[in-house]
């Protein structure tokens, strides 16, 4: 049995630079929501309404996850593949 040593070292690599990507850009959309929650929070306090609040951050926040759902289906579509 003959291993491919480079093989495997580039699978491992791209391996975790995909699931550190994915979890930064999670992670980016989750702080996009709570900076979305936070001007809300200071916009009710200061205007007694919690209307508006940067609809930049939240369709921001929606990129984030429909990457990181992008990602997740591309890789089951690898795992599925014939």
């Known amino acids: 049995m003959h291993i491919k040593w480079n093989a495997l070292a ?3 690599g791209i391996s975790f630079g995909v699931t550190v990507a994915v979890v ?6 989750i702080l996009a929501l ?24 939240l369709a921001g926040a929606y990129a984030c996850f429909a ?9 089951l579509v690898l795992i599925a593949a014939p």
């Open 34 to 57: 709570s900076r979305r929650e936070a001007a809300l929070g200071a916009r009710q306090a200061a205007d007694g309404q919690a209307s508006g609040g940067r609809p930049a951050l």
């Open 10 to 12: 580039q699978t491992a």
């Open 67 to 75: 990457l990181c759902a992008a990602a997740v289906a591309y890789g």
């Open 24 to 29: 930064a850009v999670f992670a980016l959309g």
